[in-house]
């Protein structure tokens, strides 16, 4: 293999740079060109590809976002605009594809796959963590200690005027970042798409919580059955009379900053390893991670498999909670 490619895909998510970083490295360390794929399956249809040196990825291990760029293609989902893809890529001497994104990107990538026969390798590049065959996906760990700065700084101003803050995180299908946020950040209850909200009993538990007017922070992923934070606060307000009820949406603060160590680490093995797969002649395979073990996940199995939260730790916050 003379000539690999390399693109971010979907949602940005902290860590994505060192994933770049690290297979462009190693593809250089084994005498492999890297292009650069700039803005995705977009950027791919476009022929849009940039030969990367060890001087234009040195520099990028501590930054957010992504430098390659990333881009949602309508055309790609055709089987006009893949062709399209294709040819671009076989023009330009790309003989395996490294694609840092989601279950979204996987799926595209997997496609183009089948349809031209051209391998790739996925590495799991997602605030969500909901890819199935990882631990951990690359953005998860610092989108999480994003959140739990934003609610440490929340809880001030809740204590100091009494009211109950209900925080809105990330997570339209899955409760990852709002149930390990809200353990993490000492909040006092959290609501997630895999549990169904009791509007009456969450309001009798504030009740019961905040005798003596004391502050309450209550985490709720916008994919909650029940709705965002703003539409939880519409439903239980009417059961609440006498409470300051108040709302925080932390949006696309999540997925920016600069990359934890946790991040950086996992992106650079699992970028090392991508490499070295495409080399060995593996294709659609998932590189995750279990405990401190890199793990191959195939594709298919990443896509078509749900990753879910552990729900014990639901009870884990009720046993925190004082009548």
């Known amino acids: 293999m003379k000539k690999i490619g390399v693109f971010t895909s979907g949602g940005d ?9 690290a297979v462009v490295k190693t593809a250089l360390h084994y005498n492999i060109e890297a292009l650069g794929i700039i803005d ?7 022929g849009d590809f940039k030969s990367l040196s060890y001087n234009d990825v040195n520099n990028i291990i501590h930054l957010g976002g992504t430098v390659l760029g990333s881009a949602r293609s309508k055309e790609f989902r055709t089987s006009e605009g893949r062709q399209k893809a294709f040819k671009n890529l076989k023009s330009a001497g790309i003989e395996g594809l490294i694609v840092i994104g989601g279950d979204g990107s996987f799926t595209g990538a997997h496609i183009l796959s089948k349809e031209h026969g051209i391998p790739f390798i996925g590495l799991p590049g997602t605030i969500d963590n909901d890819l199935y065959g990882t631990e951990a996906s690359i953005g998860y760990d610092t989108a999480l200690n994003t959140i739990v700065r934003a609610v440490d700084q929340i809880r001030d101003t ?3 005027h ?4 209900f925080v809105e995180v990330m997570g339209r299908n899955a409760g990852f970042l ?20 009791d509007v009456e009993a969450l309001a009798k538990q ?11 922070i209550i985490i709720v992923a916008e994919g909650d059955d029940a709705g965002g934070a703003i539409e939880i606060v519409q439903k239980v307000k009417p059961h609440l009379e006498g409470f300051e009820l108040r709302t925080t949406i932390l949006g696309h603060t999540q997925r920016g900053g600069s990359p934890t160590y946790y991040d950086r680490a996992f992106a ?28 191959l996940t195939p594709i298919i199995d990443a896509i078509e498999n749900e990753n879910t939260p552990d729900l014990d730790k639901e009870d884990l916050l009720k046993k925190l909670l004082t009548s």
């Open 13 to 21: 998510s902290p860590g994505m740079n060192a994933a770049v970083r």
């Open 40 to 46: 995705g399956f977009e950027g791919m249809i476009r």
């Open 158 to 160: 809740a204590s100091s």
């Open 162 to 165: 009494h009211r109950i803050f």
């Open 178 to 197: 709002a149930l390990n946020s809200a353990i993490a950040s000492g909040a006092e209850s959290v609501l997630i798409p895999e549990s169904i909200t």
């Open 206 to 216: 504030i009740k019961t919580q905040n005798k003596g007017k004391r502050s309450s």
């Open 268 to 295: 650079t093995r699992a970028g090392v390893k991508a490499v070295e797969l495409l080399m060995e002649g593996t294709s659609n395979t998932m590189v995750g991670i279990t405990g401190d073990e890199l793990k």
